[in-house]
């Protein structure tokens, strides 16, 4: 089980730096950057959907909590996706990946402020 799960994160790592890539190439060729990310993530809820369908009941899809941090958590990725490739197309994709990727230490500063995280060796 463990050598599935890390080939399936290898290719989640190769897909999204795919995207990115692809992205830069579609806004080359005159697209806007709201439409590459409105596609990234048309695609990314289809093959979610697709996952839902395939799975056995038990997926707590009749809660709303559930519902509401999944929400949330979209508008977040939706963000995420939209600035990504308005960064990349007033810039370039090398310097939308390096301020991308520092996304996980302004996560770790911004929880130390808000008291969310207590600091530990």
């Known amino acids: 089980m463990a050598r599935v799960s890390t ?3 290898i290719v989640a790592a190769l897909c999204w730096g795919l995207s990115g890539g692809l992205g830069g190439v579609l806004m080359a060729e005159g697209w806007g950057a709201l439409l590459v990310s409105f596609y990234r993530g048309a695609i990314g809820l289809l093959f979610v959907l697709v996952w839902l369908v395939l ?3 038990g997926h707590g899809l009749r809660s709303r909590r559930l ?4 929400s949330v958590a979209g508008l977040g ?3 995420n996706f939209a600035f990504y ?3 990349i197309s007033r810039g370039s ?3 939308a990946a390096t301020l991308m990727y520092c ?3 302004f996560v770790y ?3 130390f402020v808000f008291r969310l995280e207590q600091p530990s060796r």
């Open 77 to 79: 990725v939706a963000g």
């Open 55 to 57: 799975q056995p009941a």
């Open 85 to 87: 490739f308005l960064s």
């Open 103 to 105: 996304a996980p230490v």
């Open 67 to 70: 519902w509401l941090w999944s």
């Open 93 to 95: 994709v090398a310097v």
């Open 109 to 111: 500063l911004v929880s």
């Open 7 to 9: 080939a399936l994160v």
